[in-house]
């Protein structure tokens, strides 16, 4: 049996083009909402990368309250409409929010009926996800 070993990782992707290399835009996705502590962890997050673009999907109460950067930008929902309305609400805020073709997404914070909803949301924009997380060896892709 092969042991593997945990690894802290860069989420941005290089690119070789040609003699060239270029780094890929890396667009962070993450549920701000509720669970105790949560909102800490994802500010740990956001700090734990140079991100190009952060969007934090969230209720009144969090954009009014958590502290964000300058790559930071609020979706904010109601997370209280059913889960089809919700979905409809976070694909047609991103849709023209979202440039690549895969995001990376952290479910830490928020419901389980927010996260579906993202997840369909993201799937109906053709998007490729990737989870990270804070673990005891800093960020890494789960």
Wanted: glycine residues 8%.
């Amino acid at each position: 049996m092969k042991q593997f070993q945990k690894k802290t990782i860069n989420l941005h992707k290089i690119i070789k083009t040609g003699n060239s290399v270029k780094k890929k835009m890396t667009e962070l996705i993450a549920c701000l909402s509720t669970g105790t502590g949560t909102w800490g962890h994802v500010n740990r997050l956001i700090q734990e990368d140079k991100w190009d673009k952060i969007i934090l999907i969230t209720n009144e109460y969090g954009k009014e309250n958590f502290n964000k950067n300058e790559k930071t930008e609020f979706l904010v929902v109601n997370p209280n409409q059913g889960i089809k309305e919700l979905k409809d609400d976070i694909y047609n805020k991103l849709k023209e929010k979202i440039k690549n073709t895969e995001v990376i997404i952290n479910f830490i914070s928020g419901s389980g009926k927010e996260h579906m909803a993202l997840i369909s949301a993201l799937l109906k924009l053709g998007l490729g996800i990737r989870l990270a997380a804070i673990t005891k060896d800093g960020m890494e892709e789960i």
